[in-house]
């Protein structure tokens, strides 16, 4: 009686889970500049070629990042906003700026997307001159509000130090080790997030290679690499998301 009784609740949780649709799968949203996302003539960012280095049956990616913008721009002119919204829990965050930060801060052209120096809260006050108001941060504020923000949404902040330039100095890359590099790892530290030195990795490879070898990859600026030199920025995220074992991020990295 009681097998007669439990058939039709077996019958239905079947039924249930046969047509229940399958959680879909998370999302890499990468946010940055041009070394990032860049369809530059005979140019490329490292974000349009790191989807070859992950399984995307199984991790979708969307590369937001957009040339010319700093922290400070990309939140002004509302492209963080179009980020976080569509973030949900599960998904990752993957950050890298600082190649548009050094202006010094105003309205102008040149300093609309300066940010103040450092990781604290000082501020400075702008009026534009439709007459609206901005108050800019320094760079550790802005790299701070993504990070809480997509924590707030259930996501994994990864914060990059930005790829070097082609610079060089007594046969040494230039690093940014005392500033942009330097601030995004004091940040990542204090909100407990993965830090990725990309700027230090990508340069011992470019030290490696030789200054000649590296200019090939810049065929336009020192800034802006091709198609190989993003490859080469590419598998730098990818080593320093292998260096650290605990980011979930590394079990949607394609084997091998």
Not at 64 to 73: D, E, F, P, V
Not at 75 to 80: D, F, P, Q, S
Request: aromatic share 10%; charged share 25%; net charge positive.
């Amino acid at each position: 009686m009681k097998a007669r009784l439990l058939f039709p609740f077996v019958l239905l949780l079947l039924l249930s889970l046969a047509f229940t649709k399958p959680s879909p799968p998370p999302t890499l949203f990468i946010i940055g500049d041009s070394t990032v996302n860049n369809n530059g003539k005979g140019q490329l960012g490292w974000g349009n070629v790191i989807g070859a280095y992950f399984d995307t049956t199984r991790l979708k990616i969307r590369n937001n990042a957009k040339a010319g913008r700093s922290t400070r721009t990309f939140i002004t002119e509302g492209r963080w906003k179009t980020t976080i919204d569509a973030i949900k829990p599960g998904d990752f965050l993957l950050m890298q700026f600082g190649h548009n930060e050094g202006s010094v801060p105003d309205t102008s052209k040149a300093g609309r997307r300066g940010v103040l120096r450092g990781t604290g809260e000082e501020t400075k006050s702008l009026v534009w001159p439709d007459g609206h108001p901005e108050t800019v941060n320094t760079y550790g504020f802005y790299l701070r509000k993504f990070i809480r923000e997509a924590k707030a949404k259930g996501a994994t902040p990864v914060v990059c130090s930005m790829i070097p330039r082609n610079e060089w100095k007594d046969g040494k890359v230039i690093r940014a080790s005392n500033d942009f590099g330097k601030w995004a790892r004091e940040v990542a530290q204090q909100e407990g997030v993965t830090f990725i030195d990309l700027n230090d990795i990508t340069a011992l490879k470019y030290e490696k290679l030789g200054p000649e070898e590296v200019k090939k990859f810049f065929p336009g600026d020192h800034t802006h690499t091709n198609a190989e030199g993003a490859r080469l920025n590419a598998e730098s995220v990818v080593d320093g998301i292998k260096t650290n074992k605990k980011l979930v991020l590394n079990k949607y990295l394609k084997k091998g």
